[in-house]
């Protein structure tokens, strides 16, 4: 199904950067990080990731300049599969490296977004391939459904690596991912606590009250400073809640996606949460 751009637009801030830049300025001035991602995914054609790198690489020069003149709080966020994971690893992991690079020289963070399972191993080693070199300027993100994904929270505390945790929004089968909410709130509490205890920086990225509550818990009872772990949103979701933990003194960041390839995207967004799905549709009926 195709749908129209007006009804992504609550959760994509624009189709271009010059479109999402004030919506990126909003949340500096209240004092939140971003995570830009120039969305984009599942790419089959070697010029397409080419491409894809270099509009990236022209990002991450973006972020220094305005970050020199008008103190932008940006990093970025990236797919793989956007420069080359599903067409050749050591072709994706020279396009990273070159990103890496570019994002070295700009002093700008790199995290690799975490797609579906078929991903996963080739992300992480990817991941661990470049990690040594940019220790300071690249990080991972962990799902917590998935099964593996303690064993994976150890290494990546070993490595002492910067972590993002999410739930995951991709559909797996029952054989590799759990499936209950409840059981997934349990897990991500799990990973939440070594990673925020033995880990590096975490980002704890949910929208869920109480894996909220039980994170500002556990860091209170555990002595674990405000400045040692961010919470995460996404662009349009609980932009009162994303207000109020920054008033509360914990550091927030929202992910803010942007650009043309939002499609995916928007239908990751409607499948998480029904809500979504009612929103999108009264905006229809209005038109
Ligand atoms: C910053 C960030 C980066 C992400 N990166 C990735 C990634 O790389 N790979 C990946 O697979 N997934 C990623 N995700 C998506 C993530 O895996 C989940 O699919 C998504 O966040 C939904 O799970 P949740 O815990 O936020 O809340 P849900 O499981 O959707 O909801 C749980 C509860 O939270 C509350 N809630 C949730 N949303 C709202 C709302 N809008 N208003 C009011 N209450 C609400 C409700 O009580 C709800 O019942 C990312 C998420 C974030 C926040």
């Known amino acids: ?123 992480l080693s990817l991941f661990e391939e470049t990690f040594p070199e940019y220790p300071d300027h690249t990080g991972i993100v962990l799902q917590a459904y998935l099964k593996r994904t303690e064993r994976d929270v150890e290494r990546m505390c070993a490595l002492k690596a910067p972590v993002r945790l999410c739930k995951g929004a991709y559909k797996e089968p029952p054989e590799i991912a759990w499936r209950d909410m409840p059981v997934i709130r349990e897990r991500f509490m799990a990973c939440a606590q070594e990673l925020m205890a033995r880990g590096r920086y975490p980002g704890i990225a949910t929208h869920d009250d109480q894996l909220i509550s039980a994170t500002k818990i556990f860091a209170a009872n555990e002595g674990i400073s405000r400045d040692r772990f961010e919470f995460q949103m996404l662009y349009g979701m609980r932009p009162q809640t994303q207000q109020e933990i920054v008033r509360e003194g914990y550091r927030m960041r929202v992910y803010v996606p942007f650009g043309t390839q939002w499609a995916p995207y928007f239908a990751r967004r409607l499948r998480e949460r029904k809500e979504n799905v009612w929103f999108a549709l009264r905006h229809l009926a209005r038109r």
């Open 1 to 123: 199904m195709r749908f129209p751009y007006f009804l992504a637009r609550r959760f994509v801030a624009g189709e271009s950067f010059q479109e999402a830049l004030p919506a990126i300025r909003t949340l500096n001035n209240q004092g939140m990080r971003v995570t830009l991602d120039l969305l984009g995914e599942r790419v089959t054609r070697r010029k397409v990731a080419e491409t894809s790198r270099d509009a990236y690489i022209r990002l991450v020069r973006i972020i220094a300049k305005e970050r020199a003149r008008r103190a932008m709080q940006a990093g970025i966020s990236i797919k793989l599969s956007m420069i080359g994971q599903k067409i050749d690893e050591e072709f994706c992991l020279k396009n990273l490296r070159m990103l890496l690079e570019a994002a070295k020289a700009c002093n700008v963070f790199v995290r690799l977004d975490m797609e579906g399972s078929d991903a996963t191993a080739s992300t």
